[in-house]
């Protein structure tokens, strides 16, 4: 296909918001008799699911400590479960299992959840901790848990298969996507400084709105637009904090178990939800017996058939390279700087035997092919959903943001001028008025 010359609506990144952004966009156009599916192109630099779509774990859940990001992962699951083929979903549920210095915090999400109408169970105390766990996995072995929230919605999806099911769904109603097609640069309206036309590696394309969705090239998107490179936040304590970086990074901790994923189910024969465990109590190798750490750590993992083995990871570390020198590209397991070594392995595998018999003297069949990769996150690690330049919309999910599918949906109603009040609490003047979401002591910079 020729390159056109001009779209109505150009979206930069064809990952999960950039696909889930035009299946909508050309859905509403068509059902408000404005339009449809072919006034939009994608276009993509490398290919379909290149960037962190692509190799996302792919976790799907509700438990955030933020009551904004528990309303907006609710309208996220109900996308998800409108089409669990296309999707590749798989709705196996989610458990936050969690020690005393998160009680508090996961009693006020799964109290949230009751009032939202999201469906899950919440233990407490450690012996009930224990006997619940021990009813699900008969080897369950994890000390010091004291509440469990199980969700009972949310699962997992397969990235790639997803990603394919949500670009055919969005070709099927009329959208382009064009792959090896790089953004170079803008063109900027005198005037008003918005987006003419985009510069690309093959030409220049001209527009009326432009949708940006970089996933971890957000800081290279918003460098091209010619944002503030810092950002002034309003603290709790009242005050300004200037010059904060906007963009920062941090490597997302990723790896496969390779056993076979049935050895993963239930007491009865079931597929299991998705495990996540946050813990204080001491972690000591399963390997040799020596001490890990005896600071709080996390792990989550789930059985996966695409992965084709235990899948899952822990907690992820900041990157301490100045945000101008990280090397972004090459991108995922193609990272000569961040793909997981072996001490994620030892952790992680480790961490699987402290909370489950099963998976003790499994270390010898950690899958040492390369995974992983980095983020890009805003100075509060929540998404900026919002417009800038007059006509460029800027998802920037702060990676959050697999789960994220219905993000699209409401970018697309806002995109033909109607305002979501559960995109509001992600603008990106919060910064400013001090309107930020509230801290919890998980492990985890996303939660
Ligand atoms: C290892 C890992 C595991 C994760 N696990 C989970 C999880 O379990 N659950 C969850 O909810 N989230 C998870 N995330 C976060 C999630 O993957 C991301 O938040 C989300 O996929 C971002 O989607 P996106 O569409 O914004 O970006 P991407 O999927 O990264 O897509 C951006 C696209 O933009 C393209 N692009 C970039 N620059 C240009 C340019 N100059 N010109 C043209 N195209 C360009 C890229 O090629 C890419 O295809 C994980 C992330 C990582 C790294």
């Not at 990769?373 to 702060?398: C, E, K, L, Q």
């Not at 009040?421 to 990106?428: S, T, V």
Request: proline share 5%.
């Amino acid at each position: 296909m020729a390159l056109p010359k001009s779209a109505k609506t150009l979206i930069i990144g064809a990952g999960i918001h950039g696909l889930s952004t035009a299946y909508h966009l050309a859905l509403n156009l068509k059902a408000r008799g404005k339009g449809d599916g072919r006034d939009i192109l994608i276009i993509d630099k490398t290919a379909i699911a290149a960037g962190a779509s692509g190799i996302a774990c792919g976790v799907v859940r509700n438990n955030y400590f933020q009551p904004a990001m528990r309303e907006l992962m609710a309208q996220c699951v109900e996308v998800w479960e409108s089409d669990m083929e296309a999707y590749s979903y798989h709705p196996v549920g989610y458990m936050q299992i969690s020690p005393e210095s998160m009680h508090a915090d996961v009693g006020t999400i799964a109290k949230q959840q009751k009032e939202i109408g999201y469906e899950s169970t919440f233990i407490e105390g450690e012996k009930d901790s224990m006997d619940y766990m021990k009813d699900l996995f008969h080897d369950w072995q994890a000390q010091g848990i004291t509440s469990v929230l199980h969700e009972k919605k949310g699962g997992y999806s397969n990235n790639t298969k997803a990603m394919y099911g949500l670009a055919g769904k969005a070709e099927a109603e009329g959208v382009r996507i064009m792959t090896g097609v790089e953004v170079t640069g803008f063109d900027r309206d005198n005037g008003s400084e918005a987006v003419r036309a985009v510069k690309t590696s093959k030409g220049d394309i001209q527009c009326d709105q432009l949708v940006v969705a970089p996933g971890p090239w957000a800081k290279q998107m918003w460098d091209m637009l010619g944002l503030q490179k810092t950002v002034s936040i309003k603290g709790a304590d009242g005050k300004m904090h200037d010059d904060i970086p906007m963009w920062i990074y941090w490597s997302l901790q990723e790896g496969t178990l390779g056993v076979d994923p049935e050895m993963q189910k239930t007491n009865d024969g079931k597929m299991p939800p998705v495990i996540h465990v946050d813990s204080d109590a001491p972690l000591y190798s399963d390997h040799d017996g020596s001490l890990i750490t005896d600071e709080m750590w996390g792990i989550y993992y789930k059985p996966d058939f695409h992965f084709n083995g235990i899948q899952g990871g822990a907690a992820p570390f900041a990157i301490d390279t100045p945000p101008d020198d990280v090397a972004v590209d090459p991108y995922g397991v193609d990272s000569p700087d961040f793909v997981v070594g072996e001490d994620f392995a030892h952790m992680w595998v480790s961490a699987l035997a402290h909370c489950q018999k099963r998976f003790e003297g499994q270390m010898v069949h950690y899958n040492s092919e390369p995974s992983g990769g980095i983020g890009s996150f805003t100075p509060d690690s929540f998404p900026v959903f919002d417009r800038f330049v007059d006509n460029v919309y800027m998802i920037a999910d702060s990676n959050h943001g697999y789960k994220m599918i219905g993000v699209g949906k409401l970018v697309a109603q806002e995109l033909c001028g109607e305002t979501s009040a559960l995109l509001e609490p992600f603008r990106f003047s919060r910064y400013a008025e001090g309107k930020l979401h509230p801290v919890s002591s998980s492990p985890f910079p996303w939660s």
